[in-house]
């Protein structure tokens, strides 16, 4: 069950919190952002589930949604500006949380994410931090500095 959506900087949003129970109901003006926090939903699910990993790290464009271009989904049509969504669900008594923000590369015209981070209860379990000099990962609360290597079997080994 999904527990609560943060949003920051998606759509009509500028930071906006959705706490959920068993039965929700959306009620609002015509352009209020209704509509916004199920494309949310949908935008995670579709970049979740997405086969083509040469069409970038999430599917702004998908099978639950077409969302159009970054321009079109950030908050003020802003391409400077990052795009954050904290995800909570599970149980009541051992609630999940994904955390992630998705930047605009203008000098490439492509979207990456510039932050992730996934905790289980009340337990870090991973992190990334980048931007355009460094990185930071963090597994279960130990960091590594730039040595580590997504992918690369010697840092697993």
């Given amino acids: 069950m999904i527990h609560s959506l943060r949003l920051k900087n998606f759509r009509a949003y500028k930071d906006q919190t959705f706490d959920f129970a068993k039965l ?6 015509n352009n209020t952002g209704k509509s916004s ?8 699910a579709q970049s979740i589930i997405q086969s083509d990993v040469n069409a970038g790290p999430v599917a702004i464009n998908g099978a639950f949604e077409q969302l159009g271009t970054f321009l079109d989904v950030v908050h003020g049509n802003k391409p400077t500006t990052p795009i954050g969504f904290t995800l909570e669900y599970g149980h009541a008594h ?12 203008t000098q490439r015209k492509e ?3 510039s932050a992730f981070s996934f905790r289980q209860g ?11 000099d460094s990185h930071v990962v963090r597994v279960k609360g130990t960091s590594n500095n730039d040595d580590f290597v997504v992918g690369d079997p010697a840092a697993v080994a």
């Fill in 122 to 132: 009340k337990k870090n379990i991973y992190s990334f931090k980048g931007d355009s």
């Fill in 111 to 113: 979207t990456e994410i």
């Fill in 94 to 105: 051992t609630k999940n949380r994904i955390s992630f923000e998705i930047k605009y590369r």
């Fill in 37 to 44: 926090a199920l494309s949310a939903i949908n935008f995670i």
């Fill in 24 to 29: 929700n109901i959306f009620v609002g003006a």
